[in-house]
């Protein structure tokens, strides 16, 4: 088994591994990988439901998603992405073209938490398609102390798609107006302690206590420092690649740029947060 860095600020690489048959070993190799580098991409693999589910459960308990009209009918806990990319006529299905598109982290909106989200290249595109990352305990660190300072103790409410309400057509009605979920600017992260720059302005409905005015300026102060110089990671997809990337510490963009008349399908899956002894915890 190899592992490599996949750039200087986040990702790794590992080949040359089974995760159906790895050793207790490996395991530890790819999860220690994986906690220092944020994303960790196990490539060439060939999976059934089964093996993507349970590999998945080894880094916590898996959950299903939000979106119910893209869950597997046999697997609610598997989401499939990409499916019905284009409407009957040909047209592009935007909501389901360019979703997960912006920067985000998965489940700010979820009670449950999101410690890790697991996506599984099954059909790739010949161009285009490509997942973008980016190291938020970076972004932390690029902030001037002072603003450091000021944003010490604010929290931000988070819905799915935010203020907007941004693709809740996805949803169903009766999960449109669910409340929102509070989680603290500045986070800690629960097994490496590194501190994280925690701001999703995908998902953001407002930041706790702050007049609109300030609060519209404080958002665009803090979206000018999430992607800090050198903290950027693409990945350029093939058959066979699964990727886990850490929710508490990374941030991450779909790039919606790939040949409409061309599939780019993915198996998902939400691994829940949990404390240092297992208990799942609500951020």
Known sequence: MKIEKASPGCGAIVTDVDIRS????????IYEAWLEAGVICIRGQSLTIQ???SYGQRFGQIF????KKSRHPDHPELTVMGIDARNAD????KPVYTRGHGWHTDGPWDPKGCKATQLYGLEIPSRGGDTLFANMAMAYDAL???LQKRIEGLEAD???GGASRKSADLLEPEDRNLPPVRHPL??????TGQKTLYFNPTHLLRIVGLPDQEATALFQELEAYQIAPGAEYRHKWQVGDLITWDNRCTLHSATADYP???RRIHWRCTIASEDAKGKLVTN
Not at 90 to 93: E, Q
Not at 186 to 191: A, K, Q, V
């Open 51 to 53: 093996d993507f589910l």
């Open 158 to 160: 988070y819905v799915y």
């Open 186 to 191: 500045i986070r800690t992260h629960r097994e």
């Open 64 to 67: 299903p998603h939000l979106v």
């Open 22 to 29: 790895m050793s207790d070993a490996e395991w530890r190799s």
């Open 260 to 262: 409409i008349e061309e």
């Open 90 to 93: 040909g047209s592009v299905n």
């Open 144 to 146: 001037p102390i002072s």
